[in-house]
């Protein structure tokens, strides 16, 4: 799907309603919080509130009080209704919420305000799960990361705009507690009306029977989500992001008054920057990511998380301030000002970077009869994760530090804690070099790439043309390959690690080592029985000469074990390059080809079985590679 096919569904039914629906639902609940915020920090005295400072605390913590307690609940009324009717169910919900909050308006009761705050924590703990296990059902998987992009743009769109009209609403002289009032009811029926328009999103699990304790729930839901690794630490790493987010954002108030001597128009100013660069970041995901599941972008994100985060720092530091109280316009004026702009946006960017693949990753990897619950098991994380921040935060205000430093030390946190997770699911580092190569060194056109099934076994046979094939093939596959290797790569200090990370399969000549290739055609066999792809060189080595050699004959072997498919695919462009065996001058190579050289993939139509003899597999792959080696 294109930069623009990405835009298009906007355009689609089976995307743009629900998208209108999370962007109004997002915007509202903003209008109604920032206004509310408004009246206890400037207005207080009118309404007769006597600690606004303790209350505009409680707010975010009455907000997130019901994911923590309903996330649980949340997720199995979502697997088990249809979720466009859930989603009118939940926007019915929050005009009755904007009704409550337009008689405490009008009536300047705090306690009914209050309630409304619950209420609306309420409404999006119930649209959450629906918010994700969506996407699914109605877009296809090249289409997930594009569409997870344009959600998280929208959200954080909706988010800054929410802020500004509220903020504006709230202060226009006289009536703007009845315009508060009356905008956010209006934006509560628009979103219903829009909710009509939802196409049918059958429910995955009709007959659940619901549990009413949601703490036993909240337990069952995690300890389930656990079972699969993977989903289980991408929920960990969304949380984190969270986390992240909390700790810079709750700063940004005092961080745009004390350090950067700005009025509310420089913190305006900071939301807008940071939510603009989410929406940039999670837009890019769908083209930096070929149109796949590409997990590599989250360690490129944790990386700019960390690194802008540090920058920022460093840039306050450096920041030239002068003693008078600052507008956005007169912010722009002093000494470094661009700097700490560009390092919050950048901070967005790669945030938006890190989410997005990681919501496609939960996506397609969980039990699509889990999904919504495994969505609500992550709300309660992420809740947490966010009180968690608040708690940091307090704590590092004991001892001492300063904003600026906090964010230092946040950011130092964030590069211990990606450490941490790569290092328990290695498919993230790996992906991520591997998108680094055909990113930096080579362009790669990746030619029917659809033809890699999207699930179940299979055996992928391709020409062996330089030292990175697999990390080429990796990167342009859909789905995680076990590559099937010489052992002596094993033995290498780095290469070993990073292909046993991999999960590739070792394998030597029969008069080498006959109990390693035996061992090698049983894990083969056994990786095919659990449904993974399963890629051999059937040539057995590195061409020498560029031209393909002889395919031998373990491909018979591995098919009389398993009746599997097999895909044929060629390498074209790779030839030449460094890390061949080009016998021509090493040094004259490494110049000849230039950087970002262009090479492709081609993938053939599946062969089966039966007809999947060496000759004619080796025809087939030496017919898609045609003349450019």
Not at 466 to 487: E, K, N, Q, T, Y
Request: with cysteine; proline share 6%.
């Amino acid at each position: 799907m294109s930069q623009s096919g990405q835009f298009s569904l906007l355009t689609q039914r089976r995307f743009a309603p629900f998208f209108w629906t999370q962007f109004l639902g997002a915007f509202n609940d903003n209008v109604f919080k920032t206004a509310f915020l408004v009246v206890l920090t400037f207005d207080a005295a009118n309404w007769g509130i006597a600690d606004p400072a303790m209350l505009a605390t409680l707010i975010p913590g009455l907000f997130i009080l019901p994911y923590v307690v309903f996330s649980a609940t949340a997720g199995q009324i979502a697997e088990k209704m249809e979720k466009g009717r859930l989603a009118r169910y939940v926007k019915v919900i929050e005009i009755v919420i904007m009704l409550v909050a337009g008689l405490g308006w009008m009536t300047k009761s705090v306690p009914l305000l209050l309630a409304a705050v619950i209420g609306m924590g309420v409404h999006s703990t119930l649209f959450g799960p629906v918010k994700y296990a969506y996407l699914p059902q109605q877009l296809k998987a090249e289409e997930l990361v594009g569409g997870n992009g344009l959600i998280e743009m929208g959200t954080f769109v909706g988010i800054l705009l929410g802020q500004v009209i509220g903020t504006a609403l709230v202060q226009y002289k006289p009536g703007g507690i009845g315009m508060v009032a009356g905008a956010t009811l209006f934006f509560a029926v628009l979103g219903l009306l829009v909710s009509t328009r939802i196409p049918l999103s059958p429910a995955p699990e009709p007959e659940l029977k619901i549990n009413p304790n949601p703490f036993s729930e909240t337990i069952r839901n995690l300890a389930f989500s656990r079972k699969n690794r993977t989903v289980f630490l991408s929920m960990l790493g969304n949380s984190w992001f969270w986390f992240y987010g909390a700790m810079i954002l709750s700063q940004f108030p005092l961080y745009a008054k004390d350090y950067l001597h700005g009025d509310p128009s420089v913190f305006v100013g900071l939301l807008t920057v940071f939510s603009i660069g989410v929406g940039v970041g999670s837009l890019l995901c769908e083209k930096l990511s070929g149109h796949k599941v590409e997990i590599g972008l989250v360690p490129f994100g944790s990386i700019g998380l960390s690194l802008f985060g540090i920058e920022l720092y460093f840039a306050s530091v450096a920041y030239g301030a002068g003693p008078q109280l600052v507008t956005m316009a007169g912010f722009f004026s002093n000494h470094g000002s661009l700097r700490i702009l560009i390092d919050v946006a950048m901070i967005g960017v790669f945030g938006g970077l890190f989410i997005v693949p990681l919501f496609a990753l939960i996506q397609t990897r969980c039990d699509p009869k889990h999904l919504s619950r495994t969505i609500g098991g992550m709300n309660i994380l992420n809740a947490l994760f966010m009180i968690a921040a608040a708690g940091a935060a307090i704590v590092m205000h004991q001892f001492g530090l300063s904003i600026p430093q906090m964010f230092l030390a946040t950011a130092v946190l964030n590069a211990i804690v990606a450490v941490y997770i790569f290092s328990l699911v290695p498919e993230f580092l790996i992906r991520f070099m591997a998108w680094m190569l055909i990113h930096t060194i080579h362009r790669v056109e990746v030619v029917d790439v659809e033809r890699i099934p999207a699930e179940g076994a299979a055996v992928l046979v391709c020409n062996h043309v330089s030292f990175v094939d697999a990390l080429v093939i990796g990167a342009a596959s859909p789905r995680p390959i076990r590559f099937v290797m010489d052992h002596r790569i094993f033995k290498t200090p780095f290469m070993g690690w990073f292909f046993r990370t991999a999960r590739a399969i070792p394998i030597a000549p029969a008069k080498e080592d006959p109990w390693l290739m035996e061992k090698a055609y049983i894990d083969i066999a056994q990786a095919l029985a659990e449904g993974d792809l399963v890629c051999i060189f059937p040539e057995g080595k590195l061409t020498s000469t560029g031209e393909m050699n002889e395919f031998r004959g373990g491909i018979v072997k591995i098919l009389e074990r398993s009746q599997v498919p097999v895909i044929p695919m060629a390498l074209r462009g790779l030839w030449g390059s460094l890390l061949t065996r080009d016998p021509t001058n090493l040094f004259g190579r490494s110049f000849a080809r230039g950087p970002r050289s262009q090479l492709a993939l081609a993938v053939g139509a599946p062969v089966q079985p039966a007809q999947a003899t060496p000759e004619y597999l080796h025809q087939q792959v030496k017919s898609l590679r045609g003349d450019w080696k």
